[in-house]
């Protein structure tokens, strides 16, 4: 077994000086500081070394691995999960360009920073099952509703199931608006990106083509508009 050094068994110390749900905080925040910068290839042990404290410290607060890469899932996506941006995109007393704007404005605030940005890429290359859940989510809280709610704005009471070509015309401008925060924290190419500029940008690709795609692909799917 390996000996703790005298560092490690110092900033045990300290954290057991804490109160409990401070250490817990603490921890999390370095844990998630090291998942972005490192991936998840390293285990307990390469974390506790690089926090500078002994690896039995995190089981204390964590009970292995994987429910410490799901506490940095629940801090870093869900914690800023926002339930209003759904009920933003069902406001049909404002016209769908305000909504998305509106909503693409405070997403990307939410989401364009280094650590969300990189764990989400580092879970992905790994397998994890963040990426599975999040984009889940986005699916069915973001993306089916844009759908539904661009059905409504070309005048169409359609109720089936949305079509495959109307969620990959979405994904499409939700890429383009995301590809702004690889661009800017996974290349990390110089200067300013007006994230506000991009998003308006692929908000007006997708309403310029959206209501020819939608009535294409409702009627192909057997649908009499």
């Known amino acids: 077994m390996e000996t703790p050094n005298p560092e490690a068994l110092s900033a ?5 000086r804490m109160p409990p749900e401070a250490r817990k905080k603490e921890l999390l925040a370095k844990a998630i500081e090291y998942f972005s910068e490192e991936g998840f290839d390293g285990g ?5 070394k690089r926090i500078g404290i002994t690896q039995p410290l995190i089981y204390r607060y964590f009970t292995s691995k994987e429910d410490l890469i799901n506490e940095v899932y629940q801090a870093v996506y869900l914690a800023q999960w926002k339930d209003e941006w759904t009920e933003l995109l069902r406001r ?48 069915d ?14 005048g ?21 608006i995301f590809y702004q925060g690889i661009r800017e924290h996974i290349y990390q190419l110089p200067g ?34």
């Open 12 to 16: 045990d110390r300290h954290f057991s």
């Open 44 to 48: 307990t042990r390469a974390l506790a």
């Open 92 to 139: 049909r007393d404002l016209p769908l360009r305000d909504r998305l704007t509106a909503f693409y404005q405070d997403y990307t605030r939410a989401i364009f920073n280094r650590p969300w940005m990189r764990i989400f890429f580092f879970a992905g290359l790994k397998g994890l099952d963040i990426n599975t859940r999040y984009i889940n989510r986005v699916i």
């Open 141 to 154: 809280h973001l993306l089916i509703p844009i759908c539904e709610e661009a059905r409504a704005t070309v």
């Open 156 to 176: 169409l009471a359609h109720d089936g199931p949305v079509t495959a070509a109307e969620l990959d015309l979405v994904w499409l401008m939700h890429g383009t």
């Open 192 to 225: 300013r990106i007006d994230h506000d500029r991009s998003a308006a940008t692929a908000i007006d690709m997708y309403l310029g083509v959206a209501e020819s795609v939608i009535r294409s692909s409702i009627a192909a799917d057997g649908t009499t508009l």
